[in-house]
């Protein structure tokens, strides 16, 4: 049924590779990725791929640059290897934050990334809830961007029924929190904040009431965990009952886990777009959702030429 479709990963998310093979019946593809004593990554694809649909599933998360490396010369592998179709499968897409020039001189990233993936010989990718909408618009080959949310949607509605505000930790997030708060029926309410430098910042104030209502903080992602656990004692000081939060892609670097576990926050369910370390995963506040299931589905509906946006209607 998927006999010209192969599935391959780099090291970046394994687990999440074998669980989207599993849902789609198919063997993982056979490949070595290491590296060399000096730390150049080494690929070696150690089955035939010819004329072959191939995936590539790859998030760019920690540690950053080897799994950008890892992608990028897998990609090449398996176009030197003839293979028909290279969609790069990105969970989580790297260096998005900086999708713009905020300050002079500074560089765009996400479409620096964009071309590399392009360069290399992507013929589509695959990516969930990127950090801005118009990195879509950096490539010149086709882009699909997944969305979490209605995982996320059927959590929160079974987890917690009523009496909900959904809150934007910024003014940036706030198209993405009124559309999940529009889909529960929930309040929408906003944090005011400064940022002062990369990974820093201060919350201002509250817009909108959130006294006596569960709170959940709606984010793409959280780094180090510094806006969300400030979010969070913000909340708590407005009167909020208790504050919990979803997010798509837990970065969690840093001191994240230890602020989370000594802040306000109840619970903060997340998906496996990033795999958590084992301190992480210990955290009893941190709930996972899979996305295997969702990536598994779009995988099959490009293989057939099928639409992906329809997923989401």
Do not use: W
Not at 57 to 74: A, H, K, R, Y
Not at 162 to 175: A, K, L, M, N, R
């Amino acid at each position: 049924m998927l006999e010209k479709l192969k599935i391959f990963s780099g090291n970046s998310n394994i687990k999440l590779a074998q669980e989207i093979c599993n849902k789609l019946n198919v063997k993982p593809g056979i490949a070595e990725v290491s590296a060399f004593s000096d730390g150049e990554t080494r690929v070696e694809i150690d089955e035939n791929v010819r004329g072959m649909d191939v995936f590539i599933i790859q998030s760019t998360c920690p540690p950053v640059n080897i799994t950008l490396m890892e992608l990028l010369i897998m990609i090449d592998a398996l176009k030197r290897a003839s293979a028909d179709r290279i969609i790069a499968v990105i969970p989580y897409y790297g260096y998005a934050r900086q999708d713009r020039k905020v300050v002079p001189r500074a560089p765009i990233t996400a479409k620096l990334v964009a071309d590399l993936l392009t360069m290399a010989g992507s013929s589509r990718v695959l990516s969930v809830d990127l950090h801005a909408g118009q990195i879509q618009g950096f490539f010149n080959i086709p882009v699909d961007n997944l969305f979490a949310t209605p995982m996320l949607l059927d959590y929160v509605r079974k987890h917690y029924p009523e009496d909900i505000v959904i809150v934007s930790p910024d003014t940036g997030g706030v198209v993405r929190a009124r559309a999940f708060a529009r889909r529960l029926g929930a309040a929408l309410a906003i944090v005011d904040k400064r940022r002062d430098a990369p990974n820093e910042s201060e919350v201002m104030n509250i817009i909108g009431s959130v006294k006596g209502k569960k709170v959940i903080v709606l984010d793409d992602m959280i780094d180090t965990g510094g806006t969300l656990v400030q979010a969070a004692s913000a909340l708590k000081a407005e009167g909020a009952l208790e504050v919990s939060a979803c997010c798509t892609h837990p970065v969690l670097s840093g001191p994240a886990i230890e602020r989370i576990e000594e802040s306000e926050l109840k619970e903060i369910i997340v998906t496996d777009t990033i795999p958590l370390n084992e301190k992480a995963r210990k955290c009893k506040r941190i709930k996972i959702l899979s996305i295997a299931g969702l990536l598994s589905e779009a995988i099959k509906r490009i293989y057939y030429n099928e639409s992906v946006s329809s997923l989401f209607v």
